[in-house]
């Protein structure tokens, strides 16, 4: 019998619309959907890839249990009481020493259920998401100036209506390829492409500078010096310490912050100027200048120059932030964050709290506070944190300092695995419940433009495989906190949820699966009636006072190694790989890239074999040896196991937002002599 069924793509934040085709229950094509409102009818490679990974034969199809140190195939009901054996213990005597960790690939109800399930139903504080290592400095800067978070604030078409786009660290082409038909047609318009990045990333910009690893934020500080030189600043809106960021950047001259980036002074002229004289530019940044250890005032000074020159809020200019992770978007916004509940409440303030323990029929005082953020979770473990539970990540690879990672995870005295297929993480954990796929359950997700989609189901998980929302239902079941977990079907959860954010600054309480099997939303959409919000950031802001709060942030010159590491994406893998390595379809091999000048300075050809030394581990890959990174800067992508997390610093985070300061390192590098 043939089906098909309209779902979205789960492997980025653009979330791609597709028909998902099956016969005979077996998925057997993917097409794009003409109507989809973000792709316009494309899909790349790893949306077309994605078929197979639904009955990949690693699949997990049983639970698998460690007995005699070997993960042993198990029934529910034995897996589930051996949670109950290891876990009750531990929530009898201090609840906040069993960890959850969750993930930007969870969908909305997911991410709801949860968090629900630590705080109401474990009554930990110790959750958190791997989120944090991707977006949360942008989130921390425009919720400090704005009082909201939603990465792009605008639809993606405004990109289109843009004159100059200014990339700061933003791969576009290889990790959001659809997005790029909007700067093309913005490009077929006249505007202009900036591109910086210490790396040619490929793309269609006409200008690109090549600075040093994690000096992004004296290249926009100078420019709005410039600016202000030049008498080009007006505000957007009515905002707070304006003066203040003035003055932080009035020393920035551009022979000064030429030196330290190491690009031309006239490039940087020729860069203030075309921002100067543009009507709407626009501001895009990746994980560059984010996942660096002054990550959320380098985003604070995109904003400031943004919002100083009177683009913010425009639409086609302003700032935008690209969320990279399938839901990224969503998953930051619905209480898996260790500071955060649902709707995008805050867990410090008293209303927000009261309204979700109202909500959920438990005293205010059972709450949790905020607890640790993830990086300070993982190296916990085996100390304060005695067990965890681990959903949609793989952070044996995928997190900074995997080697001090992986010796915390293995010293805790339970690790609990959610996935669907075993990775480095599952491996080494002594339960793993085998959960679902994609097109395998209901739900919605939020794209980088806050979109809110819906995913359908279209094929059961393999053997005794369960749709994730039940396992998380099991597990308060079975360590007898079921009560608040008792949900007769999904749509139960799912209305429960939307109506949970009622209130909230990401408010989905109109939103209903019906309504979504006609139309996608922006958010907030408060009411039934409602038809959801393109633009959200326009003044009175969220703020105290209603006006921005322009925050003037330090200009410090990093420390200049003699090797900087820069890690990142490649276009035919996705985060720790768990999915693209297996798939054949995609491709990709590890390697670190160096200039030819950085190869000849350290004796190496093509292909040598290097051993790359960071501050908790090490790395031995061939050298790719190309003219499209700047000297001095060693680039290693971190899907594979061996590659960048090895290199990068477990303990070096972000002090506003704590995310780690992973987007750059100091190593060290020796040639291995071939065999
Ligand atoms: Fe999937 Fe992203 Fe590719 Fe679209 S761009 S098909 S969402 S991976």
Redesign the pocket.
């Known amino acids: 019998m043939s089906k098909t069924v309209r779902t979205t793509?789960p492997?980025?934040a653009?979330?791609?619309n597709f028909d998902l085709h099956l016969e005979d229950g077996l998925a057997v094509r993917i097409t794009p959907t003409r109507e989809c409102p973000v792709?316009g009818g494309t899909?790349?490679k790893?949306?077309l890839a994605s078929l197979s990974d639904l009955r990949h034969p690693e699949r997990l199809t049983s639970p698998l249990l460690r007995i005699g140190g070997v993960l042993t195939p198990v029934s529910w009901d034995v897996a589930l009481a051996a949670f109950a054996d290891k876990v009750r213990p531990i929530l009898d005597a201090d609840p906040s020493r069993l960890g959850v960790m969750g993930s930007g690939a969870l969908t909305n109800e997911k991410t709801y259920l949860l968090g629900k399930l630590a705080r109401v139903g474990f009554g930990t504080p110790s959750i958190d998401y791997n989120g944090r290592f991707c977006m949360s400095s942008a989130a921390t800067a425009m919720n400090r100036s704005f009082g909201l978070d939603r990465g792009l604030g605008f639809p993606l078409a405004d990109i289109a209506r843009s004159d100059l786009i200014v990339l700061f660290g933003a791969n576009i082409a290889e990790t959001?390829?659809?997005v790029m038909q909007f700067l093309k047609a913005a490009k077929d318009r006249g505007a202009n492409i900036v591109n910086i990045d210490p790396r040619a990333t490929p793309g269609l910009a006409q200008t690109q500078l090549a600075p040093y690893p994690g000096t992004d934020h004296l290249i926009a500080g100078l420019m709005l010096n410039l600016l202000n030189h030049w008498g080009r600043i007006r505000a957007s809106a009515p905002a707070d310490g304006a003066a203040e960021v003035l003055e932080s950047v009035a020393h920035l001259t551009l022979e000064g912050v030429a030196k330290v980036c190491g690009v031309q002074e006239a490039e940087l002229l020729k860069l203030a100027r075309l921002y100067a004289q543009a009507h709407r530019p626009l501001i895009l940044s990746g994980r560059g200048p984010e996942q660096q250890q002054n990550g959320t005032d380098t985003v604070s000074t995109l904003i400031n120059l943004a919002f100083l020159a009177g683009h913010f809020g425009k639409p086609g200019g302003g700032y935008g932030t690209l969320t990279g992770q399938g839901n990224g978007q969503g998953g930051r916004e619905h209480g898996q964050k260790s500071d955060q509940l649902p709707g995008y409440r805050s867990i410090r303030d008293p209303a927000d709290r009261a309204f979700m323990a109202d909500f959920w029929g438990v005293p205010e005082s059972s709450l949790p506070r905020a607890g640790r953020s993830a990086q300070e979770l993982f190296l916990a473990c085996g100390t304060e944190i005695q067990a965890m539970i681990v959903i949609g990540s793989n952070p044996a690879i995928s997190a900074p300092g995997a080697a001090l990672v992986r010796e915390r995870l293995a010293a805790l005295d339970f690790l609990v695995v959610i996935d669907f297929l075993p990775s480095e993480t599952a491996l080494m954990a002594d339960l793993v419940l085998p959960g679902s796929m994609w097109a395998e359950e209901e739900g919605t997700t939020t794209n980088l433009e806050g979109r809110v989609q819906r995913r359908r189901k279209a094929m059961t998980a393999p053997g005794a495989a369960r749709e994730d929302w039940r396992i998380l239902c099991d597990l308060a079941h079975a360590v007898g906190r079921g009560e608040r977990f008792a949900y007769p079907d999904f749509a139960a959860l799912q209305t429960e949820f939307f109506a949970a954010t009622a209130g909230g600054k990401a408010d989905y309480s109109g939103l209903s699966a019906e309504r979504l099997d006609e139309q996608t939303f922006q958010w907030p959409v408060p009411h039934a009636d409602h038809s959801g919000t393109p633009h959200p950031y326009f003044a009175p802001y969220q703020t105290a006072t209603g006006r921005a709060k322009l925050i003037a942030a330090p200009m410090t010159v990093p420390t200049r190694a003699l090797l900087t590491l820069t890690t990142g994406r490649v276009a035919g893998q996705y985060q720790s790989g768990t999915q693209s390595r297996r798939n054949p379809g995609l491709k990709g091999t590890p390697d670190v890239q160096l200039h030819p000048d950085t190869a000849r300075e350290y004796g190496l050809s093509q292909g040598q074999p290097v051993r790359l030394q960071g501050p908790h581990g090490e790395a031995v890959l061939p050298a790719s040896i190309t003219p499209k990174i700047r000297p001095g800067v060693a680039f290693v992508a971190f899907h594979w196991p061996g590659s960048a997390n090895e290199l990068t610093s477990a303990d070096t985070l972000d002090p506003h937002s704590r995310m780690p300061a992973y987007k750059s390192g100091v190593v060290s590098a020796v040639p291995v002599p071939s065999a």
């Open positions: 793509c492997y980025c653009v979330q791609c792709a899909v790349c790893k949306g959001l390829p659809p």
